[in-house]
């Protein structure tokens, strides 16, 4: 089974609108972490948010934040007011394992993410 | 946040010649390091886990005696792919682990002829 799902391939916004883009997961361990990273054209990974198994509450960085339903294992990403500059590949990710010794890091399939002038 | 880098990022070989990417974290050591690999318009395949001073521990499907994985320091880990073919081309990424982050380096992307 997939341990992460992404079933948007693309995606269009048009710019300054909000966009929220899916994530689902499965694992059975109770402590594990939830992350999103872009990917623009020139390749590299950048790190836009993080989510704990115990947060409770979700993660919010700048126009970034994580709407995170543990029950439904969805780890959804909302990007308000869209740029431009927000347009390239999304990526959500999982972190299983032990916190400090973890070894096992997954991808989902990505989402690529138009923003219309 | 922690920086990694990757030398080189860019490379074209030959087929059947042999070439080495560097990944290192310029300020932090890190006893654990992931070799990734990306296709055009897919995600990141987990290759190796490499960790200093051991062994690397291979993904299943990823051939270990092609894709030789060397960690020998706290800051450096390479990966040296061997007789290189066309189907080798490719986009590989490391990253290293500092307590429960991975930290990415920006990427190489090999293009074998």
């Known amino acids: 089974a997939q341990k992460i799902t992404q079933t948007q391939p693309g995606m269009f916004v048009q710019e300054k609108e909000a966009v929220t883009l899916d994530c689902t997961y499965d694992t059975s361990d109770q402590s594990y972490g939830l992350f999103w990273y872009k990917q623009p054209s020139s390749g590299e990974m950048i790190f836009l948010i993080y989510?704990?198994?115990?947060?409770?509450q979700n993660a919010t960085e700048g126009r970034y934040s994580l709407n995170f339903q543990k029950a439904r294992k969805s780890a959804n990403l909302v990007i308000s007011a869209s740029q431009l500059g927000d347009s390239a590949m999304y990526f959500c990710a999982m972190r299983e394992g032990v916190l400090y010794n973890f070894n096992k890091f997954y991808f989902g399939s990505g989402t690529k993410l138009n923003v219309k002038p | 946040g922690a920086v990694v880098s990757q030398h080189p990022s860019r490379v074209i070989c030959k087929s059947g010649t042999s070439v080495k990417i560097e990944c290192r974290s310029l300020d932090f050591q890190a006893t654990t390091m992931f070799w990734y690999r990306q296709f055009p318009k897919q995600s990141l395949m987990l290759m190796a886990t490499?960790?200093?001073?051991?062994?690397?521990?291979?993904e299943q499907g990823v051939e270990k005696d092609k894709f030789l994985i060397n960690h020998a320091s706290l800051t450096l880990s390479t990966l040296t792919v061997t007789s290189a073919h066309p189907e080798d081309s490719s986009f590989y990424i490391c990253?290293?682990?500092?307590?429960?982050?991975?930290?990415f380096g920006p990427g190489t992307r090999l293009t074998v002829t």
């Open positions: 989510q704990g198994s115990y947060d409770e």
């Open positions: 490499s960790n200093e001073g051991s062994k690397a521990t291979y």
């Open positions: 990253s290293a682990r500092q307590e429960y982050e991975q930290y």
